[in-house]
């Protein structure tokens, strides 16, 4: 890996010293400053809603309404520590640490399979005294930068390095599939074959291994009992609407009770403990039940927004790797959304991911605000490129 | 966008990237390729707006009211019926709330705070697991519970008439398919006291007897079905809840009965019942101003608390639903007829010969001796048939029928008290035909009512005349309120005059006649006793007698009629005096004290 040379970067692994951004705010690109806007929005918009979703099941749980938001509100101060560091890191060095970092990640995994607890019979966590620590979401940065690295320069790489990186992914989807947890698999899954697209691999292959990729779920529905269970409850809900279609019923019944205008915020009902994991996975159900269809198709105006921006990062994006880079964050983001709408909303089965920078969670937020991170540290380095014309002209 | 080929892109060398770094040609990025994984993600998201768009209109009002009617717990009407209290407020019938358990073990699921290894509280969980919880509440072993469950999926009552605050405790414990469903249960205090009159709901609390069955709409509580939005753990929440919807009533149905006198009598008649070995007994104690009854007990009765080890035969009361002809007991009335009708007054004399012959019948005393000439307060004392004969028939029979007829012989009281038939009288032509009717009449035979009826027209000759309704109900009253007496009220059919002289007759009977066994000293006192001979289907059965006695007090302020019945005393000295008088004389006891009735003054003693 380190034989592949990004687009030359070497005045941006020098940050500015003293303050905490790499470059004084000010001198920031429009774009970029609008996307930090844009996490920034994210971030406090998130709090609001798990304000409201975690109040109920947390004063249940430990007499304290606010118990979740106030652990929420720690780990977010974390991960925007982490954010900061990683604005402040060159793409080049990250990308340097992907490999490893993967690597690892794999590890950990494997770890958890055997040491691991296990939460809701998926999604097992690695307990490191008051941390618990959940690999697969953790690794899914490094995921978008190694996907980066490998697909910028296809042509370039040897078949030998091709194949062991391939066969990396292709471990690491399984060992995330043997958790068992479908959703980050699947979610892996797509992000790589997504980065692979961009990157301008023929549609071809694009198209053979989606229908491998397409074909080899549904062998795996049909051999589970545990999956096929989950498709036929998604196919129809309310067939056992109080056993295995219980979470997908309440969800629907939350955001339908929202109608166009919703209750009203913090108003929800179907958070009193109807709905089930209201913080994490369900979280969209209890902020479309409070905020309606206006709010919900605010959200996905943001996010659509959120994509645009980052979609003008990559293509601003000076070098292949960069591009790949911007353009996986934005997919991880902005799909991992649309995956936890969807599975809320029951347009897909019912799998647990996190809504990020929403649901509750510190493995989300560090994992969230890193692929974040990694979008307005591409902005600032195609910046810092063009900065000798845009940033010194009035001078 | 798909359908665009990727080949234009596909240069061999970058013109953008001029630097161009790198031994390898570096193929670029496409920025067509980029804007497609964007293009599939806006997509995506639209396709997420539409199905919101159709969850969140179209469908919203379904959903909406689907998760309504999840949210919403109807609470049905219970079905609480209202206690019941003597005069005093004391308690007769009462519910209290008991709770079912029932499980449903295919929904069995627990948060179980101890154990982070098995927290989930998705994990179902076995029947032993949550039998291990409840049996240290429940009180009962864990294998039994498990036994209980069986195999079966939901829908079994584990447990029954559980206290609130043990039901509590199940509630805490917070368990997924666990059901508590509270209900009342209905509870008689006073155990088989009350019994005859309040009778009983059984074990479905479908009323069965008594002022249960008779009042049952009156006893019914006030409830309707709530609907109450709840959070899934059961908090209620103030969401749509109005003004008075929790609103519970606490009437009371309150009887003119008084426990202390109806022990008293309760006890009293059993005692006599079972020394004379006697079929049935009932005593009545009317306060004939207003009708009330302060005391209505029969012998032998039932504990409603235990109502299925008994006969349902003794679920009726027969003082109220059974006729018998009175006897001698109904002389007084006659008397009062005649002085009324003023072919009789307060120094006739009769001529009592022992025997008489009427239409072929011969009619005795009940001693088979002639008194002689005597007046009609001798007539009374010794309980003379033959006087009696003698003295109603100076009236003429029609007259005599229209009487009977107006007191209501043959219509049922007006009364609250279940189950009151009419008694028997004949019809007005044979009454007319056959002199003999009107004879055995004069005595007490041949015509039948119901203790309560003889009470009644007792109770006319000591409030001076007037027909009172005699009842045990005085209402429904709100919490601890009491309802004061009625005021008097009645058809007034008998001049006072004649009532006081039928009354100073009458306290004869208890100075000097066969009334001696009821006299208390100190008051002033009127009694008749009863004997008659028992009939079926016409025929009187050989030996079977129904003794009574009536009493009327204070002679001086009279208000209070007392009826003591026994049916069948065996023993050749069973009569009204013996076995009926001694019981009247102790509930009388007991109620000049429980209703503070001062002595007669110095006229006591002295016949009226």
Not at chain 2, 41 to 53: I, K, P, Q, S, T
Not at chain 2, 131 to 136: C, T
Not at chain 2, 148 to 165: K, W
Not at chain 2, 528 to 544: D, E, F, L, S, W
Request: net charge positive; charged share 15%; hydrophobic share 45%.
């Amino acid at each position: 890996m380190t034989t592949v040379p990004s687009a030359g970067m070497a005045r941006a692994a020098s940050p500015t010293p003293g303050g905490l951004l790499p470059l004084p705010l000010s001198v920031w690109p429009t774009e970029t400053r609008l996307l930090l806007g844009l996490v920034v929005t994210w971030c406090l918009f998130g709090l609001l809603v798990l304000l409201s979703a975690s109040w109920w099941p947390s004063l249940q749980e430990t007499g304290n309404g606010f118990y979740t938001i106030q652990r929420q509100l720690i780990w977010l101060a974390i991960s925007w520590g982490l954010l900061l560091l990683v604005i402040r890191t060159s793409i080049r060095r990250l990308l340097h640490l992907a490999g490893p970092a993967v690597l690892l990640g794999c590890v950990l995994i494997a770890l958890t399979l055997v040491v691991g607890t296990e939460v809701n019979g998926a999604s097992r966590w690695l307990v490191l005294g008051p941390i618990q620590l959940q690999p697969t979401e953790l690794v899914k940065p490094f995921v978008v930068l190694q996907g980066a690295a490998l697909f910028a320069h296809w042509r370039r790489i040897s078949p030998d390095q091709r194949m062991l990186w391939l066969g990396v992914f292709g471990a690491l989807i399984l060992l995330i599939l043997k958790q068992p947890n479908l959703s980050t698999a699947a979610l892996t899954g797509l992000l790589l074959w997504f980065i692979a697209l961009a990157s301008g691999m023929p549609l071809t292959i694009m198209g053979g291994v989606a229908g491998l990729g397409a074909a080899a779920g549904t062998l795996s529905i049909l051999v589970n009992d545990y999956q096929r269970e989950r498709v036929t409850s998604f196919l129809n809900p309310w067939k056992d609407a109080r056993d295995s279609g219980y979470q997908l019923v309440q969800s629907l019944l939350a955001i339908g009770s929202g109608g166009t205008t919703g209750s009203g915020f913090g108003l929800s009902t179907q958070k009193l403990s109807y709905l089930p994991i209201q913080t994490t996975d369900f979280i969209f159900s209890v902020y479309a039940e409070e905020f309606g269809l206006v709010g919900s198709l605010v959200l996905l105006l943001f996010l659509a927004v959120f994509g645009l921006v980052g979609l003008q990062v990559a293509l601003r994006a000076r070098g292949n790797q960069l591009r790949l880079v911007a353009i996986g964050a934005t997919t991880l983001l902005v799909g991992q959304s649309i995956m936890n709408i969807a599975v809320a909303s029951g347009a897909m089965p019912t799998t647990g991911l996190p809504l990020p920078l929403v649901s509750y969670g510190g493995n989300s937020l560090l994992a969230s605000l890193f692929t974040a991170g990694l979008l307005i540290r591409c902005s600032l380095e195609s910046a810092e490129h063009s900065s000798p014309v845009s940033g010194r002209s009035p001078s | 966008m798909p359908r665009r080929p990727p080949q234009p892109v596909r240069r061999p060398t970058s013109a953008r990237h001029g630097r161009g770094q790198g031994p390898v040609q570096l193929q670029p990025v496409p920025a067509g390729r980029l804007k497609l994984v964007l293009a599939v993600l806006l997509l995506a998201l639209g396709g997420l707006a539409g199905r919101l768009a159709w969850l969140q209109v179209i469908a919203a009002d379904g959903l909406a009211t689907r998760a309504r009617q999840v949210q919403t717990e109807r609470i049905p009407p219970l079905g609480r019926k209202r206690s019941i209290v003597d005069r005093n407020g004391r308690l007769i019938a009462l519910d209290e709330e008991r709770v079912t358990v029932w499980a449903h073990p295919r929904y069995f699921r627990f948060h179980d705070r101890n154990d982070p290894e098995t927290a989930d509280p998705n994990r179902h969980r076995s029947p032993i697991e949550v039998a291990r919880l409840l049996a240290p509440v429940l009180g009962v072993d864990a294998t039994e519970l498990v036994r209980r469950m069986g195999n079966r999926p939901s829908g079994i009552r584990l447990a029954t008439d559980l206290e609130p605050s043990l039901a509590r405790r199940v509630r805490e414990l917070a368990i997924d398919g666990i059901d508590l469903s509270p209900g009342p249960q209905r509870l008689y205090p006073q155990g088989s006291l009350f019994a005859n009159v309040v009778g009983f709901l059984n074990l479905d609390r479908v009323p069965q007897a008594g002022l249960e069955q008779s009042r049952d709409a009156d006893l019914r509580s006030q409830e309707s079905s709530i609907g109450l939005r709840r959070t899934a753990d059961g908090v209620p929440l103030p969401d749509g809840l109005n003004a008075g919807m929790l609103y519970r009533d606490d009437l009371r149905l309150q009887l003119t009965l008084d426990t202390r006198l109806q022990r008293v009598a309760q006890l009293e008649l059993a005692r006599a019942v079972r020394h004379w070995h006697a079929k049935r007994g009932a005593a009545i104690v009317m306060d004939a101003r207003n009708g009330e009854l302060l005391a209505l007990t029969s012998v032998p009765t039932y504990d409603p608390n235990r109502y299925w080890s008994f006969s349902p035969s003794l679920f009726r009361e027969w003082s109220v639903q059974d006729l018998y002809e009175p006897g001698s007991t109904f002389k007084p009335i006659n008397l009062a007829i005649g002085l009324q009708e003023k072919v009789l007054n307060a120094h006739t004399m009769v001529d009592d010969i022992g025997q008489l012959q009427i239409s072929g019948w011969p009619i005795f005393n009940a001693d088979r001796s002639g008194h002689g000439t005597i007046d009609l307060a001798t007539v009374l004392q010794v309980s003379s048939n033959v006087g009696m004969v003698q003295a109603m028939r100076q009236l003429k029979p029609s007259i005599y029928w229209d009487w009977l007829h107006r007191i209501g012989i043959d219509e049922a009281p007006q009364t609250d008290l279940p189950g009151a038939v009419s008694g028997q009288l004949k019809d007005r032509a044979t009454f007319l035909e056959n002199p003999i009717e009107p004879a055995t009449a004069a005595f007490g035979q041949g015509l039948s009512l119901t203790p309560l009826k003889l009470v009644q027209l007792h109770g006319m000759l000591v409030n001076g005349g007037r027909l009172v309704d005699p009842h045990i109900t005085r209402g429904l009253r709100t919490g601890d309120a009491l309802g004061g007496p009625r005021p008097a009220q009645g058809r007034q059919l008998l001049d006072p005059a004649v009532c006081r002289q039928v009354l100073a007759w009458l306290e004869t009977v208890v100075q000097k006649g066969s009334g001696k066994p009821a006299q208390v000293p100190g008051y002033r006192i009127g009694g008749k006793t009863g004997t008659a001979q028992k009939a079926a289907n016409g025929v009187y059965i050989p030996g079977a007698r129904i003794t009574s006695f009536v009493a009327h007090l204070p002679i001086d302020d009279p208000r209070y009629v007392v009826l003591v019945v026994v049916d069948e005393p065996q023993g050749g000295n069973a009569y009204g005096s013996t076995v009926a008088a001694p019981v009247a004389k102790s509930i009388i006891e007991s109620l000049l004290v429980i209703e503070q009735i001062p002595p007669s003054g110095a006229a006591s003693g002295r016949a009226g």
